[in-house]
């Protein structure tokens, strides 16, 4: 099995016509994810040509894709100027599910927009995320596939190429994974380390769970909490920004500590505290993984 | 991003909320000038990114122009925290009956703006909320409803027992939170709010931080940065594109991805180097981007080694690479550069690099401790 | 309160939505005059309350300035509906390639204000509703968010597949619910909303009603109110806190309560009679509104019997029947008053009119009875 | 038993020293309402002595009166200017119940104070109501107690005086009422028919119902269907306004008749269609009622 998204996932890309929508468009198709329409507001009619040749319709609205694609997911790669509009859009229209890649959306603008997104009761992925993938399955977003393989192990991260890195880790070491889970790196964001841990707690095929913390925040240090109350299969967790000085935003808009708070050394400690093997380094993830599988 | 005390008190100022006159002084004759015409007893204040001002003696009373110039003179030029001083903002003195603290940040945990308020007001919050939480009101602002008049009075009276100060308070509360939405801030803190003896209320200092990401759509805060408040380097990979932290390290560091950037830090510790930089160079590279961050990394004296860490997903490898040999074709790149390349576009970028020289690594370890090795034998 | 077209044309134009230029007269050499200025062919549309105006001859294309005024002369006076036109607006003739509807309402099913757009405008949209419910979409603005950018397109797009055409629709959406909002609408049309052969879209009809309840906080809206556009009587009514309505019957009908006060009416129709109004004296009624309530029915020849129907509750009886003795005193009243009064301080009230040589009903249809047999033997 | 309001209730009087509050704050002591606290802003630290020489203590705010004086529902007598604004801070300070009073707030107001309440899970009776009454355990807003008796019937409606004429009728014919609820006349209100009806349906000691309707709107025709499907004790219908013109506002900013929708005819109807006895006028209420309890 898979979290949020598998074979019956039926995507809209908005910003389909844009350099990076089009691009992922391409790789998402190629891995096999079910692309059923694209959004560019002004370029309705026109079509997409994938490789291999599949034509995905445009269209100016999510409404139209969803009303006559059935799209039942969204994906989004437009500007950051528009992109807290992209989101409502889709989940107005009554996708399930959205991953906001874009980065770079104010904050404030988010605030409201994951309110809507609530109150609409629509998971939302991000923003600033990498996506997700479900080797095998699907992809939604931006995570090579060819770096992923099926398996019993779920990840979940707040960083893009640090989780490329710990799946590479984990597929050069044969194990493979159930679904791989960006979750972004801005200060808002629809979906927190609980909402995939809950998602992962509940997939019978999850047999262990790495999780790709950073400084700023206090989101691992409650999800560990978590995971010590709810979860009985092994976790194991990394936190990047051991050496970053405080007050200073490290590229993600939520990668900064305030004051003495959101260091990588106390969420370290909290991990452990609660029963999380803490891996010191990238490559590290793996040996904790596969003991944990019983390797 | 953080502005200048100055300019967090213009921004409130906009936004109705009572301020007491000032001007800034680059020079201490300009100081000893609007000392003069302020009259009265005036406050220098040393106009920097950094707490703590008054303890380093960056704020200073003064009874005449001629003693705000002396300070101005004093002022300028010092060095808080390892910021230099450039400006001085001058301001009056005043009369203090209480003081208490307003502030409000975006709350990861909640999802939306927070109130702190707490009528310990002058210190440190920080301080307040561990010793004496009690003396701390927390209020979560809905961001599909704004501040409604009864929490903006429920924060005012938390801070006033007297109805009319509550009111008092309760709009500037309400002042405050429209600052903070219309200019797009991370935090916004008046520290502290001061009732005078005639029971008016002032903002006595003004701490604000902006939302990076907003500045697009704010072209007037967006003049509020303060180059000489920040290394040029970081001034340069801004202007490029790139997100950049300087460090003091010798290791260069030169990756895709703000969490393997921090990651790739965090291994050159491990191996027991010292990274001299933090350096994302986002997700859609292309070449020029590189030869920036090259010419950035490079201008650093400290550097000794450079490491290159790319995994490629929206990033494409064979970018990288061109980047890569472009900038040694245009700029004379001292210290020695090492590789690691893997993901999209890979067998380009190596094929690039092998004919321009280069060798590259697929192991983030491997490239991380030849790094360390190469800085520390240089 | 229902506003004249001129009147909601001028909201809008205030709001941006583009509205022809157009001017109102009253006589009809203004008329004249103003289709002079404008030029070209102008339409002479009668300002009244009522719909149907194009159908009662109340709207008229004109050549020249001459031909409006003529046409003036014959609309100004007219009778629409049982509304004399006191004003005509003058305005430029559009040429039109299509029509399409966009009003707005406070829906009560849904809590929230309601698009209701269609792309077959100029005819009326209940017509459309029942005829071809599919050229109807509707879109509740949720008051948390107000209408967010997509939802303005999606409305904007159902009335022209042409994006262009859809954008500048979705501008007029959010143009008209700014509108909407800011001055309190409880309706607000633009029916038709045209396109001109030259792809500009204009708003060329116009009607708006105004809460009543919000006109104290919108003192210009308010003077909006056309006091020749109501009976004399119920001018009076408002301006003495009552709500009043004129009918035709002759039973005049005092009652606290609207409820109350309908049902009063449809029993006065239960027992053969024809209730002459509806007037409610409200909740905190004092002697003088009881007073301003008797001269205003006393002044309609039509009454015959005066009807009191009173449950006191915040309401208190002797208020009220010390208003009908000092009221008779005051004026002169003509018609037979019939009494019903119980409830809060009834025995005080019954005391009182006792004294002054009135008796009272306890029971409704009691009273009711009574009045409808007193008109009709008047 | 009764619904809403019962001996449990702990009522805040928000403008408790105005003169309709004032006022009714005495009548609803009288009534043996157990009135716990008065909120005036500006007048905080004062009490309010009610007849029989309670005290009340007045706050500045309806969040002192929850948090000192446990109040659980408040009743609302302040101006209609700041009303909207009561309604939300009622809601925001934790009670469980309001009745608005006031008539006369901006319908648009409404519109963003019933979604603030809706979010806050808190019952929201009126605006523009009567409030309610329990006959023997409390009153709440301004029912005039003497004319109400304990007894086996449910009474709700749109209107104020209307109510206590019907209420009259059946006390004078010796029926009894577990609960009387005035809904309100506005177009937006926090109760409806069918809120009022389906709680009267749960509550077993309800045996029959009067629903007192009048022109405007569907909520009558929408309670007719609700009442077919999901009651089976007797309802006895009531609607005002069969002689009203149509598109005049006949004082309560809801009772309009817009175009052809929501005449009393309508009305009356869809009840008969519906099962509703249809009473002709107030006095026809009661034998319905009276056959329908059995007597």
């Known amino acids: 099995m898979s979290i949020f998204i598998d074979d019956s996932t039926r995507l809209v890309v908005q910003g389909i016509t844009g350099r990076d929508g089009s691009f992922h468009t391409h790789q998402m198709v190629a891995y096999g994810t079910n692309v059923v329409a694209g959004v560019t507001p002004g370029k309705g009619g026109q079509s997409f040509e994938a490789e291999g040749g599949k034509r995905i319709p445009i269209f100016n609205t999510v409404e139209e894709a969803v009303r006559?694609?059935?799209?039942?997911?969204?994906?989004?790669?437009?500007?950051?100027?528009?992109?807290?509009?992209?989101?409502?859009?889709?989940?107005?229209?009554?996708?399930?599910?959205?991953?906001?890649?874009?980065?770079?959306?104010?904050?404030?603008?988010?605030?409201?927009?994951?309110?809507?997104?609530?109150?609409?009761?629509?998971?939302?992925?991000?923003?600033?995320?990498?996506?997700?993938?479900?080797?095998?399955?699907?992809?939604?977003?931006?995570?090579?596939g060819q770096i992923t393989m099926p398996g019993p192990v779920g990840v979940v991260s707040r960083s893009g190429t640090l989780t490329y890195e710990a799946v590479f880790q984990l597929t050069r070491a044969g194990i493979g994974q159930t679904t791989c889970v960006g979750i972004g790196g801005d200060p808002i964001i629809g979906t927190n380390f609980i909402d995939v841990l809950s998602a992962f707690g509940d997939d019978p095929e999850t047999e262990a769970i790495v999780?790709?913390?950073?400084?700023?925040?206090?989101?691992?240090?409650?999800?560990?909490?978590?995971?010590?109350?709810?979860?009985?299969?092994?976790?194991?967790?990394?936190?990047?920004?051991?050496?970053?000085?405080?007050?200073?935003?490290m590229g993600h808009a939520g990668a900064i500590i305030s004051g003495s708070a959101g260091t990588a050394e106390e969420k370290m400690k909290v991990f452990e505290a609660n029963g999380i093997a803490v891996a010191r380094r990238p490559a590290d993830i793996r040996s904790p993984i596969a003991e944990g599988l019983g390797g | 991003m953080d502005i200048h005390e100055y300019q967090a008190k213009e921004l409130f100022r906009n936004a109705g909320i009572p301020v007491p006159p000032g001007e800034v002084a680059t020079t201490p004759e300009e100081a000893g000038e609007i000392a003069g015409r302020l009259g009265g007893t005036v406050v220098v204040k040393a106009q920097v990114h950094a707490g703590g001002r008054g303890k380093a003696g960056g704020v200073k009373l003064a009874a005449s122009a001629a003693e705000a110039q002396e300070h101005a003179s004093r002022i300028l030029g010092m060095e808080i925290k390892g910021l230099t001083v450039e400006k001085v903002l001058v301001t009056p003195a005043e009369d203090i009956a209480s003081e208490a603290y307003v502030g409000i940040v975006i709350d990861r945990a909640t999802q939306a703006a927070l109130f702190m308020v707490s009528p310990e007001g002058g210190i440190?919050?920080?301080?307040?909320?561990?010793?004496?939480?009690?003396?701390?009101?927390?209020?979560?602002?809905?961001?599909?409803?704004?501040?409604?008049?009864?929490?903006?009075?429920?924060?005012?009276?938390?801070?006033?027992?007297?109805?009319?100060?509550?009111r008092q308070a309760a709009k500037v509360m309400e002042q405050l939170y429209d600052a903070f939405t219309t200019n797009h801030c991370s935090m916004a803190e008046i520290n502290p709010l001061i009732v005078t003896p005639e029971g008016e209320l002032k903002a006595?200092?003004?701490?604000?931080?902006?939302?990076?990401?907003?500045?697009?759509?704010?072209?007037?805060?967006?003049?509020f940065r303060d180059l000489e408040a920040e290394p040029e380097s970081e001034t340069q990979a801004r202007e490029a594109g790139l997100s950049f932290v300087k460090l003091d390290g010798n290791v260069g560091c030169c990756v895709n991805g703000a969490g393997l950037a921090m990651a790739t830090m965090d291994l050159v510790k491990y191996y027991g180097g010292d990274p001299a930089n933090f350096l994302d160079i986002g997700g859609s590279s292309n070449p020029d981007k590189v030869v920036s961050a090259l010419k950035i990394i490079?201008?650093?004296?400290?550097?000794?080694?450079?490491?290159?860490?790319?995994?490629?997903?929206?990033?494409?490898?064979?970018?990288?690479?061109?980047?890569i040999v472009e900038a040694t074709k245009r700029i004379d790149i001292r210290p020695p550069i090492v590789i690691r390349l893997t993901g999209t576009n890979e067998e380009e970028a190596l094929e690039i690099l092998k004919e321009a020289g280069f060798s590259a690594y697929t192991s983030m370890d491997e490239v991380v401790e030849k790094a360390v090795e190469l800085a520390a034998s240089a």
Not at chain 1, 95 to 121: C, H, L, N, S
Not at chain 1, 135 to 142: D, E, Y
Not at chain 2, 150 to 164: C, E, I, N, R, T
Not at chain 2, 204 to 223: G, N, R
Request: aromatic share 6%; net charge negative.
């Open chain 1, 68 to 144: 006559k694609e059935g799209a039942n997911a969204s994906v989004i790669y437009v500007p950051p100027a528009f992109a807290a509009g992209a989101i409502v859009e889709a989940a107005d229209a009554g996708v399930a599910f959205i991953a906001a890649i874009t980065e770079g959306i104010p904050v404030q603008d988010m605030t409201r927009t994951y309110a809507f997104v609530k109150d609409a009761g629509v998971r939302l992925l991000g923003p600033n995320c990498p996506g997700l993938i479900s080797p095998g399955k699907a992809k939604v977003g931006i995570i090579p």
């Open chain 1, 211 to 249: 999780m790709i913390g950073e400084i700023g925040g206090t989101d691992e240090q409650e999800a560990a909490a978590w995971v010590r109350e709810n979860l009985d299969i092994p976790v194991v967790g990394f936190i990047a920004g051991q050496t970053a000085p405080p007050g200073r935003r």
């Open chain 2, 124 to 166: 440190d919050i920080e301080e307040v909320a561990s010793t004496n939480p009690d003396a701390i009101r927390k209020l979560r602002v809905d961001p599909r409803y704004g501040l409604l008049p009864h929490q903006a009075y429920l924060l005012g009276s938390f801070l006033y027992p007297d109805v009319k100060l509550a």
């Open chain 2, 204 to 223: 006595i200092d003004a701490k604000v931080s902006i939302d990076d990401s907003a500045l697009f759509q704010l072209p007037e805060v967006a003049t």
């Open chain 2, 298 to 323: 490079t201008d650093d004296p400290n550097v000794k080694a450079i490491l290159f860490n790319i995994f490629g997903g929206i990033t494409r490898c064979d970018d990288v690479a061109n980047g």
